[in-house]
């Protein structure tokens, strides 16, 4: 089955907050979709790997920030990338907690946020179909969603295996580099000599050090 048909499917770059107790958790999600328009309800394919998967499940609610065009590249990295279960992602400026609910959210270029409460989990083997029903919305930025698209095309993002939508980069034997590196936070590939870079070289996609970098 030749799965690139898949990538024209098309989907928005969302951030979702829960919390574990009273600390904020969450990361970044493509698959979610409106299900219902009276008394709306979304979904959201959640990988059981997740810590805000657990989170989800014991908090009940968690909030969704519309990322637009504009968000700073590192808020995809910091919770797109790494694991919330022995790290506090939400903390900086570019977080806060929403006033009335209590769930972290993205304060800055989020077009917008919905928070929901749980009323079902669907198994879907490797995931877990997430159904939430709107408490309420609030306006954000005037500026555009950012689409998965968008994010591959023009910020040059990759997902990672998490990603309900992640596809291994097939590599074309007639360009074949004799070395290349990964980068360990987000999965940028470099290819060529990293060790030939500065020391202050920053992956171009999450902004980590040289020292992320794994030899492929
Ligand atoms: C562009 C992008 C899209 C993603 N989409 C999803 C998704 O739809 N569902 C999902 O479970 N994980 C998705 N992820 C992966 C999670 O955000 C990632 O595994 C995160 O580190 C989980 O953090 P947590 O363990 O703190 O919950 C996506 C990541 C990126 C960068």
């Known amino acids: 089955m030749d799965m690139s048909v898949l990538n024209k499917l098309s989907y928005g770059m ?9 600390r904020p958790a969450g990361c970044i999600v493509n698959t979610l979709i409106q299900v219902t328009s009276e008394n709306p309800i979304i979904a959201v394919s959640m990988n059981k ?16 920030s519309i990322l637009s065009e504009a968000v700073d590249r590192n808020v995809i990295a910091e919770l797109g990338f790494v694991c919330g279960r022995d790290r506090d992602k939400f903390c900086g400026s570019k977080f806060t907690l ?36 709107l408490l309420d919305v609030m306006e954000g930025v005037q500026e555009a969603p950012m689409t998965y698209e968008y994010y591959h095309r ?8 998490n990603a309900p939508t992640y596809q291994e980069v097939k590599r074309m034997p007639e360009r074949a580099i004799e070395v ?3 980068c360990e936070i987000c999965g940028y590939v470099y290819e060529g000599d990293i060790t030939k870079e500065p020391d202050s070289y920053r992956c171009p996609v999450c902004k980590q050090p040289k020292s992320c970098f794994k030899k492929m």
């Open 14 to 22: 969302y951030a979702i907050g829960t919390l574990d107790g009273t």
């Open 98 to 133: 929403d006033a009335v609910y209590g769930l972290p959210i993205v304060s800055e270029h989020a077009c917008g946020y919905l928070f929901c409460e749980v009323i079902a989990m669907h198994d879907a083997e490797t995931h877990c179909v997430i159904m939430g029903r």
């Open 49 to 64: 790997n997740n810590f805000t998967y657990e989170a989800i499940k014991k908090q009940g609610q968690f909030s969704v």
């Open 180 to 182: 290349s590196y990964v």
């Open 154 to 161: 023009v910020m040059k993002g990759k997902a990672p295996k």
